[in-house]
């Protein structure tokens, strides 16, 4: 509404100036705007006005988004609809614009998809696809591929919703892997790119700060903003926590932290922006980067990977609605053609995307309650936990009761061994839900099954072939404070594991030591606090004495092979950009080169914690399978800790399987030589 007044001005300038392109490009926001308030006829008035102005001179590229803008005003009237979609790829055709020919198909494939044209609409889209990738492979920084596809899924949408109508007419299994392989053709692009090194030189936070040194203007800056954004985060770590001094109430708590948001959010931008400005100063021949054309993985190549025990749910979310592909690595029912043979099945309507945006939102009030007053929650531990289980259970009905029979059938094939493991691959918002917590009204999802997780089906092929580092000696480093004071009696339990691990602990635990030993150890284990920058991913950071880690420094660490475990608060947590691309802490890990990342989805307790890690490490070194140890060290932790939120954040994704390859596993006692091996 405050927009309408400004374009109105703006018309009357252009038009006494008699400027008709600009003129019909207000038009056309005008009637964009209309139509987001509901009045389509005050829309297309405007498209059509702003057409025709452009139509009395040689303006291909207003008429072009002129019939653009119709279009879409018209759907889903095919009839009115069909000529503008038309006149558009003819224009952006003889304009040979990528990003307007890609519009223009995408446009026409639609009406086509509308019309009943099935297999016209099929290749308006493959087209429209086609300049997506063209366009991509040009793009060099890395933040601009992570949100390229941010406006530009439609057009793999529309496929998918073709794929999905032929097949509930025709059945024809085909079309099932037609769509699964296009859903994955738009999950996670950028990580693929970061774990194949199919794309090195992309100008991360490592480059950009090394590229400023001949510039010592911009470095200084550049240091001065990273010194007062750590402070920034110092001062969101407290005012974030309900049981500090640093906020009298908790409205006084609130208002602060969104100060200290807004100021963290000032500082991110100023140093993206001159890092981005000091690459676009860069020398190097840019054709020498363009990215190769990528080709998702087809049905026989997944497979391979899979264990007998295992089956993947792949979820994609298209509109409201929530379904899920699930592979196994041989045929649900015996009768299927052959038990090596590989089968992927669809399930429709398995859940509503509203209806899960709606109890996530009462699930954090959950996990809320439990960060209260201490006493409250002792208090009141068996009541919050019935809570939690009701909107638990709810989820549950959404996303895995549908899935049921399919579930029930794979427990039953032949040379199982208990338990089955679910690798759960989330897409969109489904990234928020802690699977493994989920609840059928009789048990957690994980007493039935191991859970694990992956971005994608392509990262997990890459992580189960990663190789386990080489031999050496594990990185275990933790900053301990009045907020989380069991750290140290975490950094202990875990280093008495080891005969000559790396341990530094508090003051000793810097920047400098990680950078120093991370590329040679096989296992890292990080326990301190943990800020999650929901509105810039790349910031979120992991804190160490001397300063605050980023995502964006992470991601430039080199660490083949690795076992990552993240001991820190809602490490595991990302943002979902374009193309299903979720950036945090644990992408950077796993782009640098990491196997395995174990990670928290929300804040954790630290004295629970130390106990689950203990447990953990035990097993692990006793051989098991880093998934199998998670799930019975979570499992022993309920016998102390039944609410879910004390066992349920931590999560695995990656190699589930792989065994960090130590010098030496300890399990002697501790004494003096711990305290020797500390810095």
């Known amino acids: 509404a405050e927009a309408r007044p400004i374009l109105e001005e703006a018309r009357t300038i252009f038009a006494a100036l008699e400027n008709a392109p600009l003129q019909a490009s207000i038009l056309l926001e005008l009637a964009a705007l209309s139509a987001r308030e ?239 400005q000091v690459l676009g100063h860069r020398t190097t021949d840019p054709t020498a980067h363009i990215l190769p054309t990528f080709a998702a993985p087809t049905l026989n190549q997944r497979w391979p990977q899979l264990q007998p025990q295992e089956m993947m749910l792949v979820y994609y979310t298209l509109d409201d609605e929530i379904m899920a592909f699930m592979l196994t690595p041989q045929g649900l029912c015996q009768t299927d053609k052959s038990p090596q043979q590989p089968r992927l099945h669809l399930a429709r309507h398995v859940g509503s995307v509203n209806q899960v945006n709606s109890l996530l939102q009462q699930l954090n009030v959950q996990w809320a309650r439990m960060r209260a007053d201490p006493a409250f929650v002792e208090r009141h531990g068996a009541m919050l936990e019935r809570s939690a289980q009701r909107v638990l259970t709810l989820l549950h009905d959404e996303l895995m009761r549908p899935l049921t029979a399919w579930l029930d059938n794979f427990a039953m094939l032949p040379n199982q061994t208990a338990p089955q493991r679910l690798i759960i691959v989330p897409h969109g918002i489904l990234h928020q839900v802690p699977f493994q917590a989920l609840h059928d009204g009789k048990g957690y999802l994980l007493e039935a099954y191991e859970v694990t997780y992956a971005p994608s089906v392509t990262t997990d092929i890459i992580a189960q072939t990663r190789q386990p580092a080489k031999q050496g000696r594990a990185l275990v480093m933790g900053v301990a404070d009045v907020g989380i004071p069991a750290v140290q009696q975490e950094i202990e339990s875990v280093a008495n594991q080891f005969g000559d691990a790396h341990v530094f602990l508090d003051e000793s635990a810097t920047l400098a030591q990680l950078k120093a030993h991370a590329a040679q150890s096989p296992l890292i284990h990080l326990a301190c606090h943990g800020i999650f920058r929901a509105d810039n991913p790349m910031f979120s950071a992991v804190h160490l004495s001397d300063g605050w880690l980023t995502a964006a420094e992470i991601a430039e660490l080199h660490l083949p092979g690795a076992l990552v475990v993240l001991s820190a608060c809602e490490s595991g947590r990302g943002s979902v950009v374009g193309g299903d691309e979720i950036i945090g802490l644990l992408r950077a890990f796993l782009g640098a080169g990491a196997a395995t990342v174990v990670a928290t989805q929300w804040v954790v307790q630290d004295a629970a914690t130390a106990k689950l890690m203990h447990g953990w490490y035990m097993d692990l070194a006793a051989g098991m399978a880093p998934s199998t140890a998670l799930r019975r060290a979570q499992l022993a932790l309920r016998h102390d800790y039944a609410h879910p939120y004390h066992w349920a954040p931590f999560v695995l994704v990656g190699s589930r399987t792989s065994q960090p390859t130590m010098r030496q596993w300890d399990t002697h006692p501790i004494g003096a030589n711990f305290i020797r091996r500390l810095g």
């Open 38 to 276: 509901g009045d389509q006829a005050k829309g297309l008035a405007d498209a059509r006005a702003a057409l025709d102005l452009v139509n009395a001179g040689a303006w291909p590229l207003q008429q072009l988004y002129a019939h653009l803008r119709l279009v879409d005003l018209y759907l889903p009237a095919v009839d009115r609809a069909n000529d503008h979609a038309t006149a558009a790829v003819e224009l952006a055709s003889a304009l040979s614009v990528p990003h307007l020919r890609y519009r223009a198909h995408q446009r026409l494939g639609r009406v086509r998809l509308l019309q009943g044209r099935v297999e016209e609409a099929e290749a308006e889209l493959n087209t429209a696809i086609t300049f997506i990738e063209e366009l991509r492979t040009n793009l060099l920084p890395e933040t601009l591929r992570t949100s390229f596809l941010h406006d530009k899924l439609a057009a793999y949408e529309d496929l998918m919703r073709l794929y999905l109508q032929r097949y509930l007419q025709t059945g024809v299994p085909t079309l099932v892997e037609q769509a699964f392989a296009l859903a994955e053709q738009a999950r996670s692009r950028v990580l693929i790119e970061r774990m194949t090194g199919l794309f090195d030189w992309d100008g991360t936070a490592e480059e950009a700060t090394a590229t400023t040194a001949g510039d010592p203007a911009i470095q200084q800056r550049l240091q001065q903003l990273q010194h007062d954004l750590n402070a920034i985060y110092n001062q969101l770590l407290l005012a974030d926590d309900p049981t500090s001094t640093a906020a009298i109430n908790p409205g006084e708590r609130a208002t602060r932290m969104v100060m200290l948001q807004h100021q963290a959010t000032e500082y991110e931008q100023e140093i993206q922006r001159l890092q981005l």
